[in-house]
Structures are given as structure tokens and as C-alpha cells.
């Protein structure tokens, strides 16, 4: 049988597969979701971690949201990868739009209901996520200008990774019915870097791997720049990562960690720089979301853990 005329949720787990991996984005969102509030409760002297019940439905609301950002990319990106992409599932008609649409809608009616009922503070939190997505998904109402300064077209979309952080520490902070510290401010820019060193890491491409109508920073850079770009990138998050740490009051080792862990993902950014090939590529993205995920861990989750089996 044609995938494309296949159940609904056999072409669900397709997508999935190929767009938005669950089991990876969810290790993913949930470690950033309990690092957030980790962090949080540490910088405000608070013993132990949230109650579970708030943590998983706090997980929920990342995950569903980061996978909300994924819809409307697709609604976004309808024209670029219908004319150059059409291997994506979406443009080759595994997935319809107005299906994700729906899906989408299913989504939001019950996040709504969800905090609502559970975690009513953090309504206003997801009122300014689901804001600032909207505009995303409209461009700012200035697209084709955006498309023609790509960086600022992705340093206002990244804008959204640290107000999921803000959304994820509010289940600390807020529902606690406190201020938040002000050296979450460090955690948030780190957060902001971090979704700049994914997003130049997972779009790196030798020459021969380039295509035609789709952004690389490799192409629009030369490999080069791209890749002392992206060093620079790691080294200055590194820099406000430490200084994350410091009012957190972490000691020597998680300096030690956070320094081991952007020299090793810099050492890859080099190997590719050296030898360009889809192999090497793909190390500087996997690179990348090594650094993301340690550096995360260093900050909240790590110290936490510690402090929660000591």
C-alpha cells in the first residue's frame, strides 16, 4: 500500500520518524524542562525538587509546545519545500497540512485545559509562548524581508527556545508563588546560544551535499566561517554558562565539565573544517547536541540529582 494512503496514525508515526522523533525529542525536552526548574530552585535555596505531578505536566507543555513549533514550521516553510524539498512528508503527501492543522488545534484545546485545571498560574506563561509562536508563524508580518537577512530571521525566531525556559522555571518560581532569581537571566541567554549552536550545528554541509533553495550556513559562509562561527558561538556560551554556574554557586568541576564539553564539540567543529564530508557533518550536529544536552545537565539537572541522593 502507498504510505500516503495509509491510516492517519501509521502516517503519524512516519512524520514523527522523520520530523519530530519522539523518543529523542522527549529525553530531550524533558531534560531541558528539569534542568530549568533545577537551576531555578537551586539559585533560590530551595531544598529538593518540585512534586512530581507538577514536573510531568510540565514536561507535557514543553514537549507538546516544542512539537507545536514543528507544525507551524511546516505551515511556514509550505512554499520553500513544496519548490525544493519535496522529499519532506508534508510536500510529497504523506501528511496533509490541514491534518497537522487539526492535530495541532487537538493540542492546544488541551494544553489550555491541562494548566489550566492543574497549574492556573502558568497560564499567562503559555499565553506568552504561544504569542510570540503566532507571530513566528506569520513571519513578524514581514517575511519576505526577514528571508532576505537570514540572520535575523533566525535570531528572532530562536527567541522562542528561552521563553520555553521561562515557561519551564516558572513551574518552580511561580507556582511557588516567588520571584524569580535573577541569575535565571544567564540560564535564559545560555539557552538562546544553545538554540544557535543547534541550529548552525544541524545546517553545516560540505559543498557536494549543498542543495539548491535550502539555507546552510556552510553556503551562505563558506565552510570556514561557518565553523569558527559556530566555535564562537559554543566558547561565548561556554563564557555565560560559567557565569550561569557561579551564581548558582557551583564549584571548580562544573567549570571543568562545561570547559571539556565545548573544547570536545569544538575539536568536531575543526574535524570538519579540516575534511568536509557528510560524515563529518553529521559529528558537528551530533557535537552540538552533546554540548546542549551536557551543558544543560551541568547547570540543573546534575546538581540536582545530587543534591536530591545525597
Same mark, same amino acid.
Given at each position: 500500500?502507498?504510505?500516503?494512503n ?8 512516519i ?10 525529542n522527549?529525553?530531550a525536552?524533558?531534560?531541558f ?10 539559585c533560590? &535555596? ?11 505536566? &510540565?514536561?507535557? @507543555?514543553?514537549?507538546?509546545?516544542? %512539537?507545536l #513549533? ?11 519545500? /513544496?519548490?525544493?524539498?519535496?522529499? /519532506?512528508?508534508v ?5 496533509? !497540512?490541514?491534518?497537522?492543522r487539526?492535530?495541532?488545534i487537538?493540542?492546544?484545546?488541551t494544553?489550555? $485545559?491541562?494548566?489550566? *485545571?492543574?497549574?492556573?498560574? =502558568?497560564?499567562?506563561?503559555? $499565553? ?8 513566528? &508563524?506569520v513571519?513578524? %508580518?514581514?517575511g519576505?524581508w526577514?528571508?532576505e ?11 522562542i527556545i528561552?521563553?520555553?525556559?521561562i515557561?519551564s ?5 511561580? !507556582?511557588?508563588?516567588?520571584k524569580?532569581?535573577?541569575g535565571? @537571566? ?12 543547534g541550529?548552525?550545528?544541524?545546517? =553545516?554541509?560540505?559543498?557536494e551535499d549543498e ?5 546552510? *550556513?556552510?553556503? =551562505?559562509?563558506g ?8 566555535v @564562537? ?8 554558562a560559567?557565569l550561569?554556574?557561579?551564581? $548558582? ?5 562544573? %567549570?571543568?565539565?562545561? +570547559? ?9 567543529? +575543526? ?5 568536509p564530508?557528510k560524515?563529518?557533518?553529521?559529528? #558537528?550536529? $551530533?557535537?552540538?547536541?552533546i554540548?546542549i544536552? &551536557?551543558?544543560? !545537565?551541568? /547547570?540543573?539537572g546534575?546538581? =540536582? ?5 545525597g
Amino acid at each position: 500500500m502507498n504510505e500516503n494512503n495509509q491510516h492517519i496514525l501509521k502516517r503519524l508515526w512516519i512524520y514523527q520518524k522523520e520530523r519530530f522523533p519522539l523518543f529523542v525529542n522527549l529525553i530531550a525536552v524533558t531534560t531541558f524542562t528539569f534542568s530549568a526548574i533545577s537551576y531555578s530552585r537551586i539559585c533560590r &535555596g530551595e531544598d529538593g525538587f518540585v512534586d512530581l505531578g507538577t514536573f510531568l505536566i &510540565g514536561c507535557f @507543555a514543553t514537549f507538546t509546545l516544542f %512539537f507545536l #513549533v514543528r507544525v507551524f514550521d511546516e505551515f511556514k516553510d509550505r512554499e520553500d519545500d /513544496l519548490k525544493y524539498r519535496s522529499y /519532506l512528508p508534508v510536500p510529497r503527501g504523506l501528511i496533509k !497540512l490541514s491534518e497537522l492543522r487539526n492535530l495541532g488545534i487537538i493540542i492546544g484545546i488541551t494544553q489550555i $485545559a491541562v494548566i489550566a *485545571y492543574f497549574q492556573l498560574p =502558568m497560564l499567562w506563561l503559555y $499565553a506568552l509562548v504561544i504569542v510570540y509562536l503566532c507571530l513566528m &508563524g506569520v513571519e513578524f %508580518f514581514v517575511g519576505d524581508w526577514l528571508k532576505e537577512h537570514q540572520i535575523l530571521y533566525i535570531t528572532s525566531h530562536m527567541i522562542i527556545i528561552p521563553l520555553l525556559d521561562i515557561y519551564s522555571s516558572g513551574l518552580d518560581w511561580l !507556582l511557588a508563588g516567588a520571584k524569580p532569581h535573577w541569575g535565571l @537571566a544567564f540560564f535564559f541567554v545560555v539557552s538562546y546560544m544553545n538554540g544557535l549552536i543547534g541550529e548552525f550545528g544541524r545546517k =553545516m554541509k560540505s559543498t557536494e551535499d549543498e542543495e539548491e533553495g535550502v539555507t546552510s *550556513y556552510t553556503g =551562505m559562509w563558506g565552510i570556514s566561517k561557518a565553523v569558527y562561527i559556530w566555535v @564562537a558561538c559554543i566558547f561565548f556560551t561556554m563564557l555565560v554558562a560559567s557565569l550561569a554556574a557561579y551564581f $548558582a554557586g557551583y564549584g571548580l568541576i562544573t %567549570f571543568s565539565v562545561l +570547559f571539556t564539553l565545548g573544547l570536545i564539540a569544538s575539536l568536531a567543529g +575543526f574535524k570538519f573544517k579540516a575534511k568536509p564530508s557528510k560524515k563529518s557533518a553529521k559529528l #558537528v550536529e $551530533a557535537a552540538s547536541g552533546i554540548w546542549i544536552i &551536557g551543558m544543560y !545537565l551541568s /547547570l540543573g539537572g546534575i546538581p =540536582m540529582i545530587i543534591d536530591l541522593i545525597g
